[in-house]
């Protein structure tokens, strides 16, 4: 633990609302690290995590769903309800423990624009049957701020047979959106052994982000 929070990198992030509705990132990683996290064990199942290579790796659900630039750190970002998902393969992977982490914010802070993650699980054995669909009040911002930055944590316990897992980004609920902006970065989606080792990859990713 020590050691994992020693290797982890601070971060600082700020984001400054523009006239036009921009989002300015500093990012105060050193040149050259590879990302938010270092946590020197568990791998991120999560490809293109932070939104460095754009869409990438992620399925919009309609054009409200993009990354949107920042200087040099760009963010996923969903508006009028829209959502965009990332599908990950855990065939064969024994780890049963399931987190979720990432940090968002929105440009608008209602009920219907707060950040919202959810999570469905497949089988090999019919990849469009959802098995288990994870939700947590965990893995939704509560803010009252706009463009406030928050952390998104959650555990669950993986069913024996769960082959892909299936992380959405999306907000609030259904309504009459006003276009805001809600963004999403820096996302992970880990398999842990125990609760306890879940619990650690929680405690690391919380305690090395500042903003
Ligand atoms: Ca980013």
Not at 80 to 99: A, C, H, W, Y
Request: aromatic letters at 8%; hydrophobic letters at 40%.
């Amino acid at each position: 633990m020590a050691t994992r929070r020693a290797a982890a990198v601070l971060i600082g992030i700020t984001c400054v609302l523009l006239a036009l509705g921009g989002c300015i990132f500093t990012d105060l990683r050193p040149d050259g690290d590879p990302g938010v996290i270092d946590l020197g064990g568990p791998q991120n199942l999560l490809q293109n995590p932070n939104a460095d290579a754009g869409m990438d790796s992620w399925t919009p659900f309609s054009a409200d769903a993009f990354v949107e630039g920042g200087s040099g750190n760009p963010a996923f970002t969903i508006r009028n309800g829209s959502f965009m998902t990332q599908r990950v393969d855990i065939t064969g992977k024994t780890s049963r423990i399931l987190v979720i982490v990432g940090i968002t914010a929105a440009q608008n802070a209602t009920p219907l624009s707060l950040g919202r993650m959810h999570a469905y699980t497949y089988s090999n054995a019919d990849p469009n049957m959802v098995i288990a669909h994870f939700t947590s009040p965990d893995l939704v911002s509560t803010s009252s701020t706009s463009n406030e930055w928050v952390i998104l944590t959650a555990q669950f316990a993986l069913p024996p047979n769960a082959d892909a897992i299936e992380l959405f980004l999306a907000t609030g609920g259904s309504g009459a959106h006003d276009g805001s902006h809600t963004w999403f970065d820096y996302l992970g989606l880990y398999l842990a052994d125990t609760t306890q080792l879940a619990q650690d990859i929680i405690d690391d990713y919380t305690t090395t982000h500042t903003w």
